[in-house]
């Protein structure tokens, strides 16, 4: 997990309320990833970004929204419109992305969020 | 479209046999293939990965990874399994684009029992 930090490790949500989860990266990575893990299903990519001030949906971005105001965060915030939020959230960074061109290099994962809706 | 495959949700093996977690892909193009492990309430971990050239890679903890174009597999091996290895490994792939997104596999539970 070194090199990529989240936070908070375990959050409670009340129904209808928005909640922001943190990702920090120290590694001067120019891409960054959120997905969702469920039990059974894997990885699910919520949001992308390969550069500063610069993202695009991945495959269940419904309900969720992210900004990349500065290359080492990418803050994911879950809203009210997500209707079954409950989850464990990993943010990741890689080397790839716009600058590079490349896209054979691994990926860094964060420890992850575990989001629970009272 | 890509799409991974790993078959089995879990691999049962006896500590000092040896392993295979199984993973099939399917990619336009020539891919590259990853493999990753994740520890109970953890992130994932990156063990070895396929670019090109050699198609036996070896990777970090013992581990190992074959590429076999013609059957479109990047099976997991170790020789020697130990119980600290029990944890749920996934397999991903992407295609040759910096602008391809990656797809893991549904993870397979791989528990060695003493």
């Known amino acids: 997990d070194g090199g990529i930090t989240q936070s908070p490790k375990y959050l409670f949500r009340k129904e209808g309320q928005n909640v922001t989860l943190s990702c920090e990266q120290n590694l001067n990575h120019d891409a960054m990833y959120w997905y969702r893990q469920d039990p059974g299903q894997g990885l699910r990519l919520i949001y992308y970004?390969?550069?500063?001030?610069?993202?695009q949906k991945g495959d269940i971005a419904e309900g969720y929204s992210v900004s990349r105001e500065k290359k080492e965060s990418f803050p994911l915030t879950v809203t009210s419109a997500q209707k079954n939020p409950t989850a464990f959230y990993l943010c990741?960074?890689?080397?790839?992305?716009?600058?590079?061109?490349?896209?054979?290099?691994?990926?860094?994962f964060g420890p992850g969020t575990r989001l629970t809706v009272l | 479209a890509q799409s991974v495959a790993q078959p089995e949700d879990q691999v049962n093996v006896a500590e000092g046999n040896p392993l295979t977690v199984k993973c099939t892909y399917s990619v336009s193009g020539n891919p590259y293939l990853f493999w990753y492990v994740q520890y109970p309430n953890r992130g994932l971990q990156f063990l070895l990965k396929?670019?090109?050239?050699?198609?036996l890679v070896k990777g970090s903890y013992g581990f190992e990874a074959e590429f076999n174009k013609s059957q479109t597999s990047f099976h997991l091996k170790k020789p020697s399994a130990l119980v600290s290895d029990s944890a749920l490994y996934f397999c991903?792939?992407?295609?040759?684009?910096?602008?391809?997104?990656?797809?893991f596999g549904s993870g397979t539970r791989l528990s060695i029992r003493p």
């Open positions: 990741a960074s890689s080397i790839d992305g716009a600058r590079s061109g490349t896209a054979y290099n691994e990926q860094f």
């Open positions: 396929y670019i090109t050239g050699d198609n």
């Open positions: 991903a792939v992407r295609r040759h684009s910096s602008a391809s997104k990656i797809i």
């Open positions: 970004s390969q550069i500063v001030n610069d993202f």
